[in-house]
T-cell receptor, first 117, second 113 residues
Framework: AQTVTQSQPEMSVQEAETVTLSCTYD???????LFWYKQPPSRQMILVIR??????QNATENRFSVNFQKAAKSFSLKISDSQLGDAAMYFC??????????????FGGGTRVLVKP | DAGVIQSPRHEVTEMGQEVTLRCKPI?????LFWYRQTMMRGLELLIY????????DSGMPEDRFSAKMPNASFSTLKIQPSEPRDSAVYFC???????????FGPGTRLTVT
């Protein structure tokens, strides 16, 4: 079974600065998807960015980018130019490509990001 | 599109009562997922459906929990009888076939006193 680990329960960043959230995962599969979800106080789960394991290029979405290290099974999220609205819980998630397993996601424990004005 | 719709948004009930949570997935999505979020255990997948058929219910904690999907546009998660440890936020999500993404509803915050 796949596991996803986020070792940082909480991270603090100054507004306009950069923060990096770590995520590691364990899998025996070679093809899969990785995601970062944001959960603000409203509780809504918002997809921030995704990465297909077969792609070597790191995904980027505006101020959000990832550092995907497949051999190390590491998938960190970098938030650049942090804004107050970035304050939220961030969840790393894994999805297998095995058809039998469907589209289900395995989530990490989450990292709370605090943004200081 | 209205997105995934869940009702109620908040539910407070007494121990022993039956609780029914409802979900309307995004039209055309073949997959529907029920998750539970607690401080202790984080986000856990309870069950998911493909084309209205339950595929994996290994995450359902015990027999008090049951889920149904009578048609493509509606699913329920029922807890009977409810217990205080069931207090959590319950999310429903849907996904189209062949897509990487799951679209989450706003969640139902359940409090069992």
């Amino acid at each position: 079974a796949q596991t996803v680990t986020q070792s940082q329960p909480e991270m603090s960043v100054q507004e306009a600065e950069t923060v990096t959230l770590s995520c590691t995962y364990d899998t025996s599969e070679s093809d899969y998807y990785l995601f970062w979800y944001k959960q603000p106080p409203s509780r809504q789960m918002i997809l921030v960015i995704r990465q297909e394991a077969y792609k070597q290029q790191n995904a980027t979405e505006n101020r959000f980018s990832v550092n995907f290290q497949k051999a190390a099974k590491s998938f960190s999220l970098k938030i650049s130019d942090s804004q107050l609205g970035d304050a939220a819980m961030y969840f790393c998630a894994y999805r297998t490509c095995l058809k039998a397993a469907g589209n289900k996601l395995t989530f990490g424990g989450g990292t709370r990001v605090l943004v200081k004005p | 599109d209205a997105g995934v719709i869940q009702s109620p948004r908040h539910e407070v009930t007494e121990m022993g009562q039956e609780v029914t949570l409802r979900c309307k997935p995004i039209s055309g999505h073949d997959y529907l997922f029920w998750y539970r979020q607690t401080m202790m255990r984080g986000l856990e997948l309870l069950i998911y459906f493909n084309n209205n058929v339950p595929i994996d219910d290994s995450g359902m904690p015990e027999d008090r929990f049951s889920a149904k999907m009578p048609n493509a546009s509606f699913s329920t998660l029922k807890i009977q009888p409810s217990e205080p440890r069931d207090s959590a936020v319950y999310f429903c999500a849907s996904s189209p076939s062949g897509s990487c993404e799951q679209y989450f509803g706003p969640g139902t915050r359940l409090t069992v006193t």
